[in-house]
């Protein structure tokens, strides 16, 4: 992050050109390695295309920073294998066929987590892929059984695209943690419950 310019002091805007998903990660773990201003540019760089702002070619080498990472006690938080069956509500955020266990192209076993509920990363957004408002998301969180004070956690296939929807609730007023290791952990172990 110093390499690519970052610091403390300065606000980072993250984009791709994945709908979100990198660049959701990207916010999550500079969040998560306490730096305290960090925004996700919506709609990406196809919609900053879209709206005619500047863009450059070439190498443009960036001002080293200064970011020092570290765990700040507000930081995103995170939980464990151990602990994913005890959260009120786990959030699966991959396509519905993979939660459903008809399909599997990266993990050995198909399904999901005992007791998760399934809201896709591509739901979080709109036709133009810009997020949706913040009462749609809540909604669409609450729809889910996402509700005011719940324990909720997000998770996906290895722990990638789950930030997005991390970051969908976030933008709805709604604090959910990660579970990073995700169905890529929890399929490790043959004695682990399995849904489909």
């Known amino acids: 992050m110093r390499e690519a310019g970052v610091t403390s002091t300065r606000q980072v805007v993250v984009y791709d050109d994945w709908a979100g998903r990198a660049a959701a990660r990207a916010w999550w773990l500079l969040r998560h390695h306490g730096h305290p201003w960090v925004r996700v540019l919506d709609g990406g760089w196809s919609a900053w295309q879209a709206i005619g702002g500047p863009t450059a070619t ?3 080498p960036p001002t080293r920073g200064d970011f020092e990472a570290h765990r700040p006690p ?10 994913v069956l005890d959260v009120d509500v786990l959030v699966d955020a991959r396509a ?12 050995p076993v198909a399904g999901h987590v005992p007791g998760a509920v399934n809201v896709p990363t591509d ?8 997020f949706l408002s913040a009462p749609v998301l809540q909604a669409r969180y609450v729809a889910a059984g996402v509700v005011p004070g719940a ?6 296939g ?13 933008v709805a007023g709604i604090k959910a943690g990660l ?3 995700s169905w890529s952990e929890w399929v490790t172990d043959a004695s682990r419950p399995v849904e489909r």
């Open 58 to 60: 070439g190498d443009e």
């Open 74 to 83: 507000e930081g995103m938080r995170t939980v464990g294998v151990e602990q």
């Open 96 to 107: 519905p066929e993979r939660f459903r266990g008809e399909v599997e192209p990266v993990d």
């Open 123 to 130: 739901a979080n957004l709109d036709a133009t892929g810009r």
């Open 151 to 156: 324990d909720v956690v997000a998770y996906c």
């Open 158 to 170: 290895s722990g990638v695209t789950a930030t997005h929807d991390v970051l969908a609730m976030e």
């Open 179 to 181: 579970y990073p290791g």
